[in-house]
Structures are given as structure tokens and as C-alpha cells.
């Protein structure tokens, strides 16, 4: 495999050019076979490609009649009109015409039904039709076959039209069609946390849609886009700023910007809507106080709200987040969140605004010595005695488990215990904990378990869903809202699989009965094409893919092991613990998991209902996936799988870190039947994923062998034969170091090459047997630098590569740790291997370690 005699140079750019040429004669092969044929995509168009259908599915739809005929005129259906001929065009090809006025011949009739009632006298829609519902349906018109697609208001004639794209674009059969929805929940809203710099927090996606340099873009054609991506979904609200909000925005001066926002939203049927700081009033207007109770306050609010209706006549109303994380609260003055919820929804009223008022209240100054304190119990305990305090114009907002967006919570109690008030999911699309986006992280199944779960109210069959839309306490409002963070990338969230979420929130929030998988299946056919190979593999690992992330970062309900005090990203389990913010697991020598128990811990469990309650009362009866959640046990504690809650940790990491690989795998048939610039795309992500899982399971293993002092029975943790560690290299300018926290490296340490040094040089020998390797060069990726690293086998370069990714760390850590692959290479025993780092600034080019892996045949 080595190739002798040539210069350094000439060999290393051979390698690579064999590598190259390689990937080129696969691609030639594909196009030859007419399978790799497929248009390069950006993602920007998302699920709504509209790519020509094959001629055989084509020719399904040849008698769609290729005139559309709108009745009455809005600026919402008008974008109805242009996305049915768009859409129409693209599927089918050939020109789709539009007319004011009825001919003779087939037709596609779209308006609300009053308007589709002038033109077809006796039309007999569903009884049921109501609020954004749709119907599309064949009809018969003077002998000509057509088809209507209707609503009582002008948004649902918008759903329908993306309804009726997405059946064809599915290929789903048209025949006797008669398809009537209505939307399960009135509220239907995406939160953006974008800052008016243009960050956005817990954004991985770019910088904002709206904002850039303290103001909102000149150019918001992609924030139209956005609108137009949400309303074929269904969502019809959007809040445009962080929950952390900047007063700012609702300066006299500011409301301009902020307009043209709604303006870019509206022809899509899509509401704006804002955060607000309830210190609003003293930071804006100067008044001595913010205190809701008070006159001057009152009237602040309200000549505010009308300022801002006077500019955006179909405003959707606010969004306040207080007395958490540092935000004022009416707690500054002995007030209740109701009294606070209440003053600006009363300005909001004569308006038709809604007050969302978040039920993320909680101290972060809690003392962790205090077994009996619980940042679980803290919304519940606040806003439950309140119900029936509200206005009938507020909305509760309650994160959908009782902590914060970890991989696996229990639904949060506050959801059965108003009865009295408005209330709304807020469910997060954005990957905050589940990987950032860089990770494959599919949470539709875990929002349908939510949505699901049947809270037992009064003993009655009481599911989440319908506590959420008010069907159960008969409440005005309700529903779902989703944390989107989508950014400037094309893709619009990054990774091009995380657009599931988002698509996923949508449907769910206009139907939560629809199953995650007939959903993914919609998106996969929508996103991917019809190819059945294409939608099983992507529909499988979509499905399995929340599983596989739990499976590596926390078990048994433990909540979140990632760095909570900083990224929220890798792995962190004594981030956790003895400081004031609550999201403790409470691992020690003896064993893990907080106890809420009403018995013995924290009494959490009562705020659910007495059936509910019974069952997590109970170590017995609480299911293995939630038992660290609700109790402490022993780490030899069975589990109802018949393992110890050690052994499970051990086998879930090696688990899930190789069911990440096999992520890859799966991917990599897809090859050639999805564009290229996707599949490149996706493969790179999980390839990187598939590294990062190991940072997860050894980090998280190690930690667990060293607090509990049990071994892995498979002796897996801690021995890794085909692992040199870089600290044990012949080092030649790289120093040796501890890595912070010690798990996040293997053996806790990691080499580096001082900034005043050009470039290192770590090497040593192959000691293992001859063979064909995969060769694993893990490094530290920070984002404050881009070191340039070398590999040789011999005198062959055999790889080269720059740390340019963005990782969400300066230092070397968890967070920063990922890796490089050089596939397939031959090795005798004894040969030579060194690594060359330049370091660049801060960025000191760390190598952790080397890893062989037996090469597939
Ligand atoms: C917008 C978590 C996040 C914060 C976020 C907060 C919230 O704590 O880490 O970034 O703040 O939730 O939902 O208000």
C-alpha cells in the first residue's frame, strides 16, 4: 500500500487524488445508471419542492383541470392562487391558468364558502366546516369535473391549497375526493428567540430573519419565505423576539420596523407577534416603577397597545417571560404573575390580542443542600393556585415537562391543574438539548407521548391534547407553540432532517391525533421524493433517531448529563450538581436520581393527579425510562428489564453510540437517489455525530465507573485496545495537559502545541496486527481558531485536514472533542504513524488520541 520512491508531496496529493477519483467513479456510475440523476438542493424550498412527478404518477393527475378559478380577493388569496399554479406547474408541468370568472369546462374553484356559495348555488359543505377548517372536494359543474377547495375564511382556503400540493406531490390518489379538516387547536405558533444584534439564543442555524445591527433587515424576503413555510403547515402565529426581550422594540420609534415585519407575515396568513419585558415601563418611559398594579403602569400598557395596533391592526399579542433567569417579575412587588398577565391583556382586549403568559418561573438560587427543594415542582406551585385569576385573554405557556427541554421529562403537572385558564404547550424545535442540530434528533415521538399522556383528571380519560385545545374545560384558547430558531442558513435549521421538527410541530399542532409515523412519512415523500427504499430508510431513521440520542446522553430519565451551565451540548454530569440551578440528578457513591416521591422526597408526584400520582409514587410501578426522574436508588437497583441501573448505563452508551454508526450506514445507502449536495450534507453530520456519540459514551461511562466503583460486567469501560492515547506518543513540541472536566477526554488528558510554536509533532508505532484500518485521529475543534492538522504513515502523507468546524467551545473539552477519519488504510506491525498540528491563536491544535478500527471488507 505504501508507495516507495516518491517525494512526500507527490505521495500525500496521490492518496488523496485516489480518494477523490474514487468518489468521482462512484458518481459516474450513478448518473450512467440513471439513479444518481437527481438535482442538487440547497434545502431552502424545504417540503415544499414542488420537483417534477415522474410521467407514470403524472399521468394520475391528467384530468386536474388546468384552469383555477378564485372567488373574492385578499391578499391571503391571492398567495393561495399563486401556490396552487406554482405548485401545479412544478408537479405536473405544462401551464396552469387563472381566471375571475367561471367557463364552461373543468375548473379548480378555490374561496370561502360564502364566495364559492355565489357561484355554486346548491354546494352542500360538511355541517362541521368552521374557523381555519378546509374542504377540497370534486364536484360536478355543468358536466364538467371539478374541484373545490374552500373555507369559511380566506387562512383555510390557504390550507387547503398546500393540503391538495401535498397529496400530489405525494402521489396520494384523488379519486372520490372529498377531504375535510379543522384545526384541532386555535393556537398554532412558532417562537423565534432572536436578538435585535441578529444572534439568536439557542440558535444553530445562522443569524435571524428579521434582525441585524439593532434593527430589523431591510431585506425580509426570507421572513416572508418563513411565513409561507409556516402556513402550509398550519401555523398561523409567530413571535419574532427572544423571551429575554430587548424594551426596545416596542419604542414609538421602533414600531415602524416591527411593521413591516407583520407586513411581510400577513399575505400568508401569519400573525406577528412580540416578547416583552414587563419592565417595560420604566425602562421605556422612565416611570418609577413597573409594579402591574399601579395606574400609571395600567395606562402605559395601554396607550402602548394601541400605539402598536394602530401600526399592526392584526397584531397577535405578547409573549412575557418574568421572574425567571433573571428577568423582572412581579415578584419585585408582592405581585402574582396574574396580576402582571392581567394589566397588559387588558390593554390587549379591545384589540383581539392574546396575553401568552410562560409558566418557566423558577428560582436558580436554589440551595442544592436541601433535599427537599425541587426546581420541578415550581410552576405547578406557582401558577396552580392562580387558575382563575386570568383573563380570559391570557394564555398559560408551559414547557411540556416540568424542568427544561431535556431528552425525557414527565409531562409537566401544571397541564392537568388549570382548569380555568387558557393554556398552550411549548414544545422546543430548536435542538437545544437534543443535540443542536448536529445531532439527528427526531422528536416528533417523543411530543406525540406528550400529547398522549392522559392525565386522568377526576378519574376520566383526560389526554394531554385535549386538555391543551379546551376541549375538555371548554376554554376559548389553546394549543401548541413551538421554539423554532430558525436562521439565515438555507436550510433553514441547519441539519437537513431537523426540517422534520419543524414540519412535524405543525401537523401536530393542527392535528395531534396523527400518528409520527404517518407524519414523517408526509415529510420524508414531501422532502426526499416517493422512492420507496428512500422513504423507509429515512422514515426508519427519523423514528429511531430520539431513542438512539437518549440511548448516549441520558438514561433512565436523569435528565439532561450535558454541560448545563455552559453549551448545553456535550456531556457534563458534574455540571449538574451543587450549584443553585436545580437540574440535579443527585449521582453519588451510593447511588442516582432525585427522589419526588410524596413518601420520601419532594412531594412533586401530588401535583399530578391521584391515578397518575399512584404511579409514580411507586419505584415498582414507575416505568424504567422515568425512574431516575421520580427516585433515588441504588446503582444495583433491577430494573423492570432485569438489568442493574449501572449496567444499563454502560450498555445503553455503547448502545446508542453504535446505533449512531449505524445512522451512517443507513445514510450511505441513499447514495445516488438523494441529490448530492444533501446526501453530502446529511453524511457529514452524522459521521460527526457518530464521533461525538463516543465523546457521550466514554465521557458518561467513565464517570459513572468512577462515582460508583462498579465495573462494566463486559469489561468494555475504560479499556480501549485499539485506542494510543496522545500523551503516551513520542511528542515533539506538544505538551501534555489536563482536560476540564476530566471525562470529557480519554484518560483526562490531551496534548497541545504551544501558540509559539509553528507546528508539533506526536508519534509512535502500529502495534497491532497487519490489516486494513479505519484510522480515528480524535482532536479538539474550538471555535476560536483553525488548526491545520497532517497525518503520515511513514514518509506518506496520508490525510489532511483543518479544525474549521464551529463548535461550541474555546477550549478543548466535551463540547469541542470530535474527530477524523482516514478509512481503509493497510498496516503492517511496527509501521510508523505521526500526527503534525499547527496550532492557530487559542486553538492549539489538542489531539486526544489515535483509534484503529478493523475496516469493513
Ligand atoms: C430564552 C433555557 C434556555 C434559555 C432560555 C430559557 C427559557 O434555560 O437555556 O436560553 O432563555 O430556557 O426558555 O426562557
Redesign the pocket.
Known amino acids: 500500500m505504501r508507495i516507495s520512491g516518491l517525494s512526500l508531496c507527490w505521495a500525500g496529493s496521490w492518496n488523496l487524488f485516489w480518494r477523490r477519483l474514487q468518489a468521482f467513479a462512484i458518481t459516474l456510475f450513478l448518473l450512467a445508471t440513471g439513479i444518481g440523476s437527481v438535482q442538487a438542493e440547497t434545502g431552502q424550498a424545504a417540503w415544499l419542492r414542488y420537483v417534477p412527478l415522474d410521467p407514470a404518477t403524472r399521468a394520475k393527475y391528467s384530468s386536474i383541470p388546468r384552469l383555477v378559478m378564485r372567488v373574492g380577493d385578499s391578499p391571503v388569496l391571492a398567495s393561495a392562487e399563486q401556490e396552487l399554479t406554482r405548485g401545479l406547474r412544478g408537479l405536473l408541468g405544462g401551464e396552469f391558468r387563472t381566471s375571475t370568472s367561471l367557463n364552461d369546462g373543468p375548473v379548480i374553484l378555490m374561496g370561502t364558502l360564502d364566495s364559492v356559495g355565489t357561484v355554486i348555488k346548491d354546494m352542500f359543505s360538511p355541517l362541521n366546516l368552521a374557523g381555519d377548517g378546509y374542504w377540497i372536494a370534486d364536484a360536478n359543474m355543468g358536466g364538467s369535473a371539478c374541484i373545490i377547495i374552500t373555507s369559511p375564511n380566506d387562512h383555510g382556503v390557504l390550507y387547503g391549497v398546500f393540503a391538495f400540493l401535498s397529496k400530489i406531490a405525494r402521489a396520494e390518489n384523488l379519486q372520490s375526493l372529498s377531504e375535510f379538516q379543522v384545526p384541532a387547536n386555535t393556537i398554532r405558533m412558532v417562537d423565534q428567540?432572536d436578538n435585535l444584534d441578529g444572534t439568536i439564543?439557542?440558535g444553530y442555524a445562522g443569524p435571524s430573519l428579521f434582525f441585524e445591527n439593532g434593527r430589523v433587515r431591510e431585506d425580509l424576503s426570507r421572513a416572508a419565505e418563513y411565513a409561507r413555510l409556516l402556513a402550509s403547515v398550519g401555523i398561523n402565529t409567530c413571535a419574532i423576539n427572544?423571551?429575554?426581550a430587548n424594551p426596545r422594540l416596542l419604542e414609538k420609534d421602533f414600531l415602524p420596523q416591527v411593521r413591516r415585519v407583520a407586513e411581510a407575515f400577513r399575505p400568508w396568513g401569519v400573525r406577528l407577534a412580540l416578547s416583552v419585558d414587563l419592565s417595560s415601563p420604566q425602562k421605556i418611559a422612565g416611570l418609577p416603577t413597573f409594579d402591574p398594579l399601579d395606574p400609571r403602569v395600567a395606562a402605559w400598557w395601554q396607550h402602548t397597545v394601541d400605539a402598536l395596533y394602530a401600526e399592526i391592526p392584526d397584531f397577535a399579542g405578547f409573549v412575557v417571560?418574568a421572574d425567571?433567569?433573571g428577568r423582572a417579575g412581579p415578584a419585585s412587588y408582592g405581585r402574582t404573575p396574574a396580576d402582571a398577565a392581567n394589566v397588559i391583556a387588558r390593554a390587549l382586549k379591545p384589540h383581539g390580542g392574546l396575553l401568552f403568559y410562560?409558566s418557566?418561573v423558577y428560582d436558580h438560587h436554589l440551595d442544592w443542600r436541601n433535599p427537599k427543594n425541587d426546581r420541578a415542582r415550581a410552576a405547578y406551585d406557582i401558577f396552580h393556585p392562580l387558575d382563575g385569576q386570568f383573563a380570559d385573554n391570557v394564555v398559560i405557556q408551559i414547557?411540556h415537562g416540568p424542568i427544561?427541554?431535556q431528552v425525557r421529562e414527565p409531562v409537566s403537572p401544571l397541564i392537568g391543574g388549570l382548569q380555568k385558564t387558557n393554556e398552550a404547550i411549548e414544545l422546543q424545535i430548536t435542538q437545544?438539548y437534543t443535540g443542536q442540530q448536529r445531532h439527528l434528533c427526531y422528536l416528533l415521538p417523543m411530543w406525540k407521548q406528550v400529547l398522549d399522556f392522559d392525565m386522568r383528571n377526576a378519574g376520566q380519560s383526560t389526554p394531554v391534547r385535549e386538555l391543551l385545545s379546551g376541549k375538555i374545560y371548554q376554554r376559548p384558547y389553546g394549543g401548541l407553540v413551538g421554539?423554532s430558531n430558525v436562521g439565515m442558513d438555507p436550510n433553514w435549521l441547519a441539519h437537513p432532517l431537523a426540517m422534520a421538527n419543524l414540519y412535524g410541530f405543525g401537523r401536530l399542532a393542527w392535528d395531534p391525533t396523527l400518528s409520527a409515523q404517518a407524519i414523517t412519512e408526509e415529510w420524508t415523500r414531501l422532502t426526499f421524493g416517493n422512492h420507496a427504499t428512500t422513504v423507509d430508510t429515512i422514515d426508519a431513521m427519523l423514528l429511531s433517531s430520539w431513542n438512539i440520542y437518549e440511548s448516549y446522553t441520558g438514561p433512565l430519565g436523569a435528565g439532561t448529563l450535558a454541560d448545563i451551565l455552559g453549551s448545553?451540548y456535550g456531556p457534563g454530569p458534574e455540571s449538574s450538581e451543587r450549584n443553585g440551578w436545580g437540574q440535579w440528578h443527585r449521582a453519588d457513591n451510593g447511588g442516582i436520581g432525585m427522589d419526588r416521591s410524596v413518601a420520601t422526597g419532594t412531594g412533586y408526584v401530588a401535583q399530578y393527579s391521584p391515578a397518575v400520582a399512584k404511579h409514580y409514587e411507586s419505584v415498582e410501578t414507575t416505568p424504567d425510562e422515568l425512574l431516575l426522574f421520580f427516585h433515588h436508588v441504588p446503582y444495583t437497583y433491577k430494573l423492570h428489564s432485569g438489568k442493574t441501573v449501572i449496567q444499563h448505563i454502560y450498555d445503553s452508551h455503547y448502545d446508542g453510540a453504535s446505533r449512531a454508526a449505524a445512522l451512517v450506514t443507513q445514510w450511505q445507502s441513499l447514495q445516488g437517489r438523494v441529490d448530492q449536495a444533501r446526501y453530502e450534507d446529511v453524511l457529514r453530520r452524522l459521521e460527526y455525530q457518530a464521533g461525538h456519540a463516543i465523546v457521550w459514551r466514554d465521557a458518561i461511562c467513565n464517570w459513572f465507573a468512577r462515582i460508583s466503583g462498579i465495573p462494566d460486567e463486559q469489561g468494555r469501560v475504560g479499556h480501549y485496545p485499539g485506542r494510543v492515547e496522545a500523551e503516551d506518543m513520542e511528542l515533539h513540541g506538544y505538551v501534555v495537559f489536563d482536560v476540564t472536566p476530566w471525562e470529557a477526554a480519554s484518560g483526562g488528558k490531551g496534548v497541545e502545541c504551544p501558540s509559539t510554536s509553528e507546528s508539533c509533532m506526536a508519534s509512535f508505532h502500529f502495534t497491532g496486527t497487519p490489516g486494513r484500518y479505519d484510522i480515528d485521529v480524535r482532536y479538539f475543534d474550538q471555535s476560536n481558531g483553525v488548526s491545520q492538522f497532517r497525518a503520515y504513515l511513514g514518509d506518506q502523507l496520508i490525510a489532511e485536514w483543518s479544525a474549521d468546524d464551529h463548535l461550541p467551545a474555546t477550549v478543548p473539552n466535551a463540547d469541542s472533542s470530535t474527530r477524523y477519519r482516514i478509512p481503509g488504510m493497510a498496516l503492517e506491525t511496527g509501521d510508523a504513524l505521526r500526527i503534525e498540528g499547527r496550532p492557530d491563536g487559542p486553538e492549539r491544535a489538542a489531539l486526544d488520541y489515535v483509534e484503529f478500527t478493523a475496516a469493513n471488507p
Open positions: 428567540w439564543e439557542r427572544n423571551v429575554n417571560k425567571s433567569e410562560r418557566f414547557k427544561d427541554f437545544e421554539v448545553h
